[in-house]
């Protein structure tokens, strides 16, 4: 037992670190939306855009780099998207026209897939034991949150004394550096050979034929939806809605004195409260069935944005909607995953993970994108709100129906 405790905690540390640094660059991409689209005098839609594309890239690169970690190496497949992150990040920093943008965007969707939780959480399920599985998903998951504490007041901090441009190269030069831990990351030999007698082609044809796989598949488009419009959007909604300047309150007097950065802080809060949720979740996915775990979140999330939207918006409402929605925020995440190995097996745990995360990146695309639009067309963000209600809604009820106990799944 102390020789594997040995071997796998630097799998899930290495593996927290760059899900940190990678989720957390990911998720400051709202704190640019106002300073880029100042600076050229872009419609809110056209920068919109640019994180839309991305996050539609995510969930096409998600199930490749899933691909390319089961057949060639996890640590490969890692170091590539680190690559790819990078060079999307650069290019940004010189790009001046939205199309630009929108095109340098696909790399940094791409570079995301290969560094965040698709390849990640297959490595750690795959080093972990039954018994373990569920919870150590829920802490490299969680680290996805230490990395949204920090990154977006980051990102304001350094705003206020760099350009944006030189803020995404610097987040570049990280990307790369935390790819230094990457030998440390060894998975689980023996894990790669379970179900080796099933080919990907074979588990692959058994996932997309069965009802409760499509229902997985379906149900995460909202987790993907209301995620990405909170992150890219909420900044600005804050601003607005608030007004730009802050003059009392306990947030006032807690030196947040303006909007801006109250948008920066509720960004954080969600990651910082989502530590707790997140693990709590892995804790009660190890023994409660995950598909009514995760009904009751996309139902509790529903009855908090339907509350939100219902009740004027300031700043202490804000923050109780930021603590609240951030309990549950990527609580889906090791549920998700979890369920998925437990009824496919691990062999192939990134591939058919990445095929369902490819809808939680439609979601967040829809999110990110009609966000910006219907923005431009009414001059507020109602709309996508109730429409991520109706969505959250219906993710609750599709994973009711879920076998999740099947006898002729493959074997873990």
Known sequence: MTSRIALLTPVLMVGCVIIAISFGIRSSFGIFQIPISQDFSWLRSEYSMAIAIQN??????????????????????????????????????????????????????????????????????????????????????????????????????LL?????????????????????????????????????DRSMRQILSQAIRDPSYIMIFIGFFSCGYQLAFITAHFPAF???MCGPILSTGLLYSMGITTTSALGAVAISLIGLTNLVGTLLAGWLGNRYSKKYLLAGIYTARTIILVAFILTPITPETVVLF????????????????????????????????????????????????????????????????????????LSALVHLPIQETRPQAAPV
């Open 56 to 157: 539609l890239a995510w969930g096409f690169g998600q199930p490749v780099f899933g691909a390319i970690a089961d057949k060639f190496g996890d640590r490969r497949a890692i170091f590539g998207g680190a690559l790819v992150y990078a060079a999307g990040l650069i290019l940004s920093s010189s790009a001046v026209t939205p199309a630009a943008h929108q095109f340098y965007s696909v790399l940094i969707g791409f570079g995301v897939a290969g560094t965040g939780f698709g390849v990640i959480l297959a490595v750690v399920g795959r080093s972990s034991t039954d018994a373990n599985r569920s919870m150590s998903l829920a802490i490299a998951t969680a680290a996805g949150s230490v990395g949204q504490i920090f990154g977006p007041p980051l990102a304001e901090y």
């Open 160 to 196: 206020a004394v760099f350009s944006w441009q030189m803020v995404f190269v610097y987040f570049a030069v990280v990307m790369v550096s935390a790819m230094m831990m990457l030998p440390l990351m060894r998975g689980s030999k023996a894990a790669q050979k379970a179900t080796a």
């Open 238 to 240: 804050v601003t607005e």
């Open 322 to 393: 930021s603590a609240m929605m951030g309990s549950l925020w990527l609580a889906t995440v090791p549920l998700t995953s979890g369920l998925i190995a437990h009824i496919y097996g691990i062999r192939f745990m990134g591939t058919l993970y990445g095929l369902v995360f490819f809808s939680h990146q439609v979601g967040a695309f829809f999110g990110v994108w009609l966000g910006g639009r219907m923005y431009d067309l009414y001059g507020d963000y109602t709309a996508v709100w109730w429409i991520g209600i109706g969505v959250g809604a």
